[in-house]
C-alpha cells in the first residue's frame, strides 16, 4: 500500500480559483430562496449588511443532508443538498434544485453545519456545484470535512462581489489566518492528495516547540499524543495553536460513514490494501437497526430502506475482509449489541488516551478522561492508513459549576442551561475543548458526565472532558474488573495545572438551576419548566439514545415509574413512552434491578439498543408537523427525529412528564408527587 501512494503523482491545486456560476443566498425567508430556483439572482450589498435579507443561522448537516438520504453514499447525494432546510415552517428546497441551478456557492448566516459530522453534507454540495460556502461563522467538523474534501469555506462576504464579477480568488484568500497543516490541505486540494504528499515528504511539518508551561487536562494528552518531526508519539508539551498529527488509540465508525470510507480507501489507496493495525479500529451496527419499523412507503419506494441494507453489508464485508472488530446485530433477537458510545464507554476507552469516531458525540468518553472527539469520512479513511489524525490544539473553555444540585435536576439540565448562554449560542465556544469541574460536576457519576461530555458536540465544542478521579477509578474496576492499583495508576497526572491557561471561564451555581427543556428546533433554546406560560400537552415521550440510555438513566426512569406505580398512576393514555438501552450491558443491569418488569407495569414500551428515534430510523419518531415528542436526546434541530415539535428534557422530565401526560418537573418529596407547570 505505502509503496504504490509513494509513487503516486501528486500536485498542488492552481494558486487562484475563478468560479463561474450563481449564488444562492439560504434566506430566512422561503420566497426569495424559491425565487432564486426559479432563475433570479438576489442583489446583495456587502458593504452594508444591514440593507440584505436575513440569512439563516443555525443549518445543521441534518437540514443540508437529511438522514435518511445519507444512505446514499456517491455522486447520488448532489441532489439532496438542503432538502431538509426548514424556513419558518416552509421547505423551500426541492430534490435536484441546487444542481440544476447551477450555483457555485451557497451563503448562510452563523454556525453553519452544526449537529452531526456526517460528510455527506459538504460532499452533496460538491456533487451539486458547489466550490465555496462562505457563513458567519463555521463549524468545526463540517469545515474540516469541506477542507477535507477541497470545498472553499469563508467567513469573508467580500468575496460575493468578486465571485459576480467573474474576479480570480488568490488561494491565499482562504489559508490566511489557517495553522500550516492547514494551509497544505487546502492547497493540496484535500487531506488524501496532503497524506499521500507528507508520505512522499513534499510538505512541511512545523515542529512543536513549546516551552514548559501549565497546561490543562486536554493539552496534557494531546501533548502525549503528538508526533514529533521524527515521526516519534509525544512531545513535552504544547499549547494552543500547535498544530500537527496526533496517534490515536483507538479509531471507530459506524454503518452511516464506514461504508463511504471503505470506497475511498478502495478508490484512493487499493482494493487489495490493508488498513494500519486492525487491532485498534472498532464498527458498529448501531444507527438503522430499528428503520424498517418507522420509514414512510414513500421512501421505501425510493428504494431507501435497500440502500439502508446496502450501508450494512458494505460494512460487515470490509470487517471481514480487513479484519476488524464489528459490533453488529443480535443473532437471536431484533437489535444492536449496543450503540457506539456506550460501548465504547464502557469497554474501551481509558484515561489519558485519544479516540477518534465518525460521530459527533464521540466526546461521550471524555467522561472516563480521555481527549475523544467527532471526525468525518476523509479523516477516518486516511487514520486507516497512517494511524493518525490532524490536529490543531484548541484552546480550552473552564465550566465550573459549584454547589449541590436540586435532587430533580440532572447533567442533562446542567447542559441545556449552559447551552442556553450567549458565549454558547453566538458560537464563542466553538472548537474549544469544554472542560467540566466544580462541586457539582465531581458530585456526577460517570455516566451522568458522559451527558455533559457528550453534549459538547451541540455546544459545538472541539470535545468535552472531566479530570478523571476517584469515580473514574470505581467505574474502571466495578464496570470493567480492572485491578484498582492500575486504574488508580491511569489517572494520575491527569489534571490541570493550578496556573492553566482558558479562553474563558463559566461559573454556575448548581442551586440556582432548576428542571429545564429545549423548546422545538434547537438544543440551545433552554427554558425553565417552571416559565413555561401554558401546560405542554404530549403524545410521545422517548428515553434512550447514547446520551441517555445509560445504567443511570435507567435508574432515573425507573424511579418515577415506579413512584407512580406506588400512587396509582402509570403512563397516561395520550402518551406512548419509549425507553431504549444504550447497551446490552445496560439491558443486563435492568434485568438485574428488576427494572423490566416496573417499565412494563407502568405501561412503557422498552426497545433493544439503537441509534433509532434520534437519527429518525426507530420508534418514538414523530410523523406529523403538530405532534409534540418529550425526548432525553441530545438534539432537536428541525426534522432530526420526524417532522414533529421536539422538547429536549432530563430522564427524570420525560418520565414524569409520560406520566402525567404533558411537560412537568418531577418533583421528589415525602409523596413524591408530579408537580404541574
Known amino acids: 500500500m505505502i509503496s504504490s501512494l509513494l509513487e503516486r503523482k501528486i500536485e498542488k491545486r492552481q494558486d487562484q480559483v475563478r468560479l463561474q456560476g450563481r449564488i444562492l443566498f439560504l434566506t430566512e425567508d422561503p420566497e426569495l430562496i424559491k425565487r432564486q430556483f426559479a432563475g433570479e439572482d438576489l442583489p446583495w450589498d456587502t458593504k452594508n449588511p444591514a440593507n440584505n435579507p436575513k440569512l439563516r443561522d443555525d443549518i445543521s448537516t441534518d437540514e443540508i443532508t437529511p438522514a435518511h438520504y445519507c444512505f446514499y453514499f456517491d455522486e447520488t447525494l448532489g441532489e439532496i443538498p438542503y432538502l431538509g432546510l426548514k424556513c419558518g415552517s416552509v421547505f423551500p428546497v426541492g430534490r435536484s434544485d441546487v444542481k440544476k441551478g447551477g450555483f457555485v456557492c451557497a451563503v448562510s448566516g452563523k454556525r453553519r453545519g452544526k449537529g452531526s459530522s456526517r460528510e455527506q453534507s459538504p460532499y452533496a454540495e460538491m456533487c451539486a456545484g458547489i466550490r465555496m460556502v462562505i457563513a458567519e461563522n463555521i463549524e468545526r467538523i463540517y469545515k474540516q470535512n469541506c477542507q477535507n474534501l477541497g470545498l472553499l469555506a469563508s467567513t469573508n462576504f467580500s468575496l460575493i462581489d468578486q465571485i459576480r464579477s467573474g474576479q480570480a480568488i488568490p488561494l491565499s484568500e482562504f489559508t490566511a489566518g489557517e495553522d500550516e497543516i492547514t494551509r497544505q490541505v487546502i492547497e493540496y486540494g484535500g487531506l488524501f492528495p496532503f497524506n499521500v ?44 495553536g500547535d498544530t500537527g498529527f496526533a496517534r490515536a488509540d483507538l479509531r471507530f465508525s459506524h454503518e452511516y460513514v464506514t461504508p463511504m470510507a471503505a470506497i475511498f480507501f478502495e478508490r484512493y489507496v487499493g482494493k487489495d490494501a490493508k488498513v494500519n493495525d486492525p487491532t485498534s479500529i472498532l464498527f458498529f451496527r448501531d444507527h438503522l437497526t430499528f428503520l424498517d419499523e418507522v420509514i414512510s412507503e414513500e421512501k421505501k419506494k425510493l428504494g431507501l430502506l435497500d440502500l439502508a441494507t446496502q450501508l450494512k453489508l458494505k460494512q460487515q464485508d470490509f470487517a471481514v475482509k480487513q479484519g476488524i472488530k464489528l459490533h453488529g446485530e443480535l443473532k437471536d433477537r431484533k437489535g444492536s449489541e449496543g450503540i457506539c458510545h456506550s460501548i465504547v464507554l464502557e469497554s474501551y476507552a481509558l484515561p489519558g488516551q485519544l479516540n477518534i469516531g465518525s460521530d459527533s458525540h464521540t466526546p461521550h468518553v471524555g467522561a472516563i478522561g480521555c481527549v475523544a472527539f467527532g471526525i468525518g469520512t476523509t479523516d477516518v479513511f486516511n487514520s486507516w492508513i497512517t494511524k493518525d489524525v490532524r490536529v490543531k490544539v484548541p484552546e480550552s473553555v473552564k465550566i465550573v459549576i459549584g454547589g449541590r444540585k436540586h435532587p ?62 476517584r469515580k473514574a477509578v470505581d467505574f474502571l474496576v466495578e464496570r470493567r474488573g480492572m485491578d484498582r492499583k492500575k486504574a488508580q495508576a ?30 422545538p428546533g434547537d438544543p440551545g433554546n433552554g427554558k ?49 413512552f419509549y425507553i431504549q438501552f444504550g447497551s446490552q450491558e445496560t439491558r443486563e443491569y435492568c434485568i438485574r434491578k428488576g427494572y423490566l418488569e416496573i417499565f412494563q407495569n407502568a405501561g412503557a414500551h422498552v426497545i433493544e439498543p439503537s441509534c433509532g428515534a434520534c437519527i429518525n430510523a426507530g420508534p418514538g419518531v414523530t410523523t406529523r408537523p403538530e405532534q409534540v415528542v418529550i425526548s432525553a436526546q441530545n438534539r432537536n434541530f428541525p426534522g432530526r427525529s420526524g417532522p414533529g415539535q421536539m422538547y429536549l428534557a432530563s430522564p427524570l422530565t420525560v418520565a414524569a412528564s409520560a406520566v402525567a401526560g404533558h411537560i412537568v418537573e418531577y418533583e421528589p418529596s415525602a409523596e413524591r408527587e408530579l408537580v404541574g407547570v
Open 197 to 240: 504528499a507528507r508520505m512522499q515528504k513534499k510538505v512541511f511539518l512545523p515542529p512543536i516547540k513549546t516551552e514548559k508551561r501549565p497546561m490543562t487536562v486536554a493539552e496534557k494528552i494531546f501533548a502525549k499524543h503528538m508526533l514529533d518531526v521524527k515521526g516519534d508519539v509525544g512531545v513535552p508539551f504544547v499549547k494552543p
Open 408 to 469: 430533580n435536576v440532572t447533567a442533562k439540565d446542567f447542559i441545556l442551561n449552559i447551552l442556553s448562554l450567549d458565549y454558547v449560542r453566538d458560537g464563542k465556544a466553538l472548537a474549544k475543548v469544554m472542560e467540566y469541574a466544580g462541586e457539582a460536576i465531581e458530585d456526577l457519576s460517570v455516566d451522568e458526565r458522559a451527558t455533559m461530555t457528550n453534549m459538547a458536540a451541540e455546544i459545538g465544542g472541539f470535545t468535552g472532558i472531566v479530570a478523571p478521579d
Open 528 to 576: 425553565y419548566i417552571r416559565e413555561l406560560n401554558t401546560p405542554v400537552p404530549v403524545e410521545l415521550a422517548y428515553g434512550g439514545t447514547c446520551t441517555a440510555g445509560k445504567n443511570e438513566d435507567m435508574d432515573m426512569y425507573a424511579l418515577v415509574l415506579a413512584d407512580a406505580l406506588k400512587h396509582g398512576k402509570r403512563v397516561a393514555d395520550s402518551v406512548k
Open 490 to 519: 491511569m489517572i494520575e497526572g491527569l489534571n490541570s495545572d493550578p496556573n492553566a491557561q482558558y479562553a474563558h471561564v463559566i461559573e454556575l451555581d448548581a442551586a440556582e438551576i432548576t428542571p429545564m427543556v429545549a423548546t
